[in-house]
């Protein structure tokens, strides 16, 4: 079994809460009036928004629209996943 560190821990609770905003998502295209639905698709929305802010805090923007322009650019300062960004 492979040990995360805690960067890659942090990066998969990134993607279960993108990958249940995008389920849940679909479920409310076809079922826009089931009010359990819409809360779950809530709570997820704060916990995705939660894990990102966390994530780019610890380890830099996920996406261009996380970068803090007060420092300049910063989305180019850390090397790219080809590079080695993403070990």
Request: with cysteine; charged share 30%.
């Amino acid at each position: 079994m492979h040990n995360m560190n805690n960067k890659e821990k942090m990066m998969q609770r990134v993607r279960e809460a993108a990958f249940a905003m995008i389920d849940i998502g679909l479920y409310l295209d076809s079922h826009p009036d089931d009010e359990k639905a819409m809360d779950y698709y809530n709570r997820y929305q704060q916990i995705n928004r939660e894990v990102r802010r966390d994530y780019e805090q610890a380890y830099g923007p996920l996406t261009s629209t996380g970068v803090d322009t007060c420092d300049g650019w910063t989305w180019v300062r850390d090397p790219w996943p080809w590079e080695g960004g993403c070990r």
